[in-house]
């Protein structure tokens, strides 16, 4: 519907006349350069931007009126009644209005540029705005508004922007008039520009962040470029460029002493020599202060002195090679949507740098202006994207036998000539905003737009306006046949590790390769990040990779009545189409408490790594720190335990070049162990930081340094009586009663004292609740291993003075297919406990198996784990470098992680031993030498079966797995395979398990 030819003439509807354009981007806009708030001329301009006298945050509450569609506006909206109010910056479907969308790939509209549907929800601001003429100018500023708005002071139309998280900023000197004013600003949830904003994110709409007035000098600094170019000996250069007029500079360093004071004029470039320059990294983020008097404004700016070069295939800042330890993070808060502030931001990027992390990617759009200033004074290196990604070009393209194979079509739009223009915008607002920021290290094109002729014209216009980044972009796909040599990385996305081997083989390649996204998140994982991390640094050419992704996307639900918030996902909000619960793949939860996956993060990209050395006492300390001497900064202690605990402790003092590594000697390590025994090296912060206190914990590292005897039951002489009847055995050992039944081939009761053990019959198990990396669950339902009929062909019972022997064949199915296991056990009965032998023997229709073992459901009063394992949080073969082998005792109502989409978790690897106990009565399980367990007050089946953490419904006993194995969790939500060294066996395994019960 043409809504031109709705609205009355020159009414304010009838301004709304660009969002079906996609050559119409920025009307009455100011022209695009770099983010600064002046200060008036004798302000301290390095205070936040709230301290300018010339700054004027409109933060609050705005009138707002709210249309489900566009074609309902009135003629004359800007004069209704706002009786309505809604903060801003938010979202508006977080306040009632409209629904949130959870869609990753597909557009939220049918796919139909430069138009969009006629129905196009929108919200209109409102508020008033006080104005004394004082012969400055006013400058409206929006720092993110989605997806689009018109602006309207009084009675008159002031213009136009789109590009959801880019900067939009509107002279509205000549609209105001003395006195009170009457800001209208109408903002669409649709535009030409949606069809560029397709990333993967709960779709929410509004003036989402920080809008303010500054006001400014008719003759004033537009723009300013600063260029550091390091020289050697370290001595570097300054360039320093102004536009709209001429400035007075001052660089001192952070004590505050000059370095040099300078004139530059407008249009022109000053170049400043200086030496003994410190150098900005992401481990020494050392900022100098350039002060710029322009007039009667005052701008402050950091200034990092940093280079960032291709040399030879290798990513190099500072002529060092570097590896990021990256992660993808987008703004995304359950409170406040897609508004962050200063305070949200900081508060994750302090987690990051505590979690040993260095790079961020600003998937997939600028973040704040501010993010990037943060990230200067914190240090860490950034991906900076443009606002851009047309992944849902893939479901339009082909026709409708298409299977997925061939993803060229993601590429529709960066061949097709309408958004030519669009496309270089986006780059444009990016670059243009940020180009002063030295955490800025790669421009990013965008993501998932598929590559060609656009892509190229957007990559050759970031090097015009800047020639001092890396320009990077996910190439893969292209429809036109553009080349990608334009390129200064390879950027790759989830490639298993083998992929990763075979790019260093091709001859026809030379540059270096970044993985922009890798070791996806989602749920229970990721599980591959230290086999990732071993790639990397196996050859320079590998720069490092960003993990998917720093948080879980939520809009809650409300509370539960114990005050639990409900974390809602796709398909919560009566979307039309939704992805579910693939927006909850972070490595923290929305409220940013840790996943254990973030340990996991945090120890694989941990500074230092400790192996054995040569001679006994010594160990070899790495550094992976590519600027600072680890020993500046880390303190180092270490615990020598076995399975009884601590039994010495001690410090080191060390030292290490970046990159290199020293030998550390310690002396108790030399003592002859007689039990299984290990060493664990604990580093911390040996000074308070801007991100952690003196203390702090930032890695550790555990060697084995004696094997010892494995966990041996002692053997028990006791009297064995047992009992056959046709139907069961009972066998009794002291105070112990056992009962096998045998049509359910099964041990169904054993008593201790007169008091059960087991509140079910003890079952085999070859079932965990699914993960989100499980992609493999359809098979593991179809073969039925949660749920199956047990068939016995045979139980024999060969009966001792102290020991009973029952030996059992059976198998597990269910309809339609052969049983999915067959059995052979041998059970035998004596004073040290019940002892299981087994052979399985598994079918092909088997893809993975998820696990094998025992359970247990014991009554509630066993409430307490003991263990020695990996501890203390969950671990698994492939997710334990954040845990450590140790004595480690937890109630078991406390060992559940809680996944928001539930999920098997809280498993612990490498078990030499675990006692469940009550008061009075403990029980100890072994497992061949190592094993696993869970202990929880959830069944596997309860789990698999809620969709919501906050449905979960406690079993009435305690749910006890033990494991002969567990495997791997990986990230094959997204990403590769789970490798088969993280596999069990197939088609046999042969596992052995010991019950031994026994008095406190
Ligand atoms: C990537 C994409 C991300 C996200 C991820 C899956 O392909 O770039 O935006 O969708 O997959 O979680
Ligand atoms: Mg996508």
Redesign the pocket.
Known sequence: MDILKLAAENSPRSKMIYHEDTQALHIGTLDKHCYFVPFAKGQDPFEGRKNSQRMELLNGNWGFRYYDSIIDLEDDFIHEKFENTIPVPSNWQLYGYDKPQYT??CYPIPFDPPFVPDDIPVGVYQREYDYSPDGMDRVLVFEGVDSCVYLYVNDSFVGYSQVSHATAEFNITPYLAEGRNIITAAVLKWCDGTYLED??KIRLSGIFRDVYVLSRPKMRLENYIVKTILGENGSARLEFTVFGCDVFAKLCDDDGVTMAQFSAYDGESVEIKLENVKLWSAETPYLYRLTINAGDEVIGEEVGFRDVKVDKGVVKINGRAVKFKGV?RHDSYPDTGYYASYEQMRADLVLMKKHNINAVRT??YPNSPMFYQLCDRLGLYVIDEADL?S?GCVEVYYDYKWDYSDYNGIAMLASDERFGNAIKDRAECLVKRDINRPCVVFWSLG??SGYGKNMLDEAELIKRLDDTRLVHYESTHCLDGTSDSVLDVVSG??WDLNGMKGYLEKPEENRPLVQC?YC?A?GNGPGDLEDYHNVFYSNERFCGGFV??WCDHSVPLGKTAEGKIKYGYGGDFGERHNDGN?CM?GLVYPDRTPHTGLLEVKQVYRPVRVTKGKSEGNFVFSSTLEFVNAGDILDCRYEITDKNGIIHIGRVDFDIEPMGSTVVNVPNDTAEYENETFIRFIFTAKEDTDYCENGYEVCFDQLRIAEGKACKVAEVKENVEAVETPLDITVTVGDVVYRFDKRKSAFVSVKFGGRELLDRPLQYNFFRAPTDNDVMKCNWYKVHLNDFDVKSYGCELSAGENRAEISVTQSFGWSIQQPFCRLKAVYVIDGSGLDIKCEAEFSNKIDMIPRFGIRLFMPKDYSRAEYFGYGPTESYIDKRQACYMGRFAADIGDMHEDYIRPQENSSHYGCRYLTVSSEDTSVMFTAGEEFSFNASQFTQEELAAKAHNYELERCESNVICVDYAMAGVGSNS?GPRLAEKYQLEKPLINAHFHIQISKI
Do not use: I, K, L, T
């Open positions: 990753n790939v990333q993967d993808n998937s997939h990604e992944h993501n998932e996305m989830y996204e996806h989602m998917w992704e693939f793949d997204c």
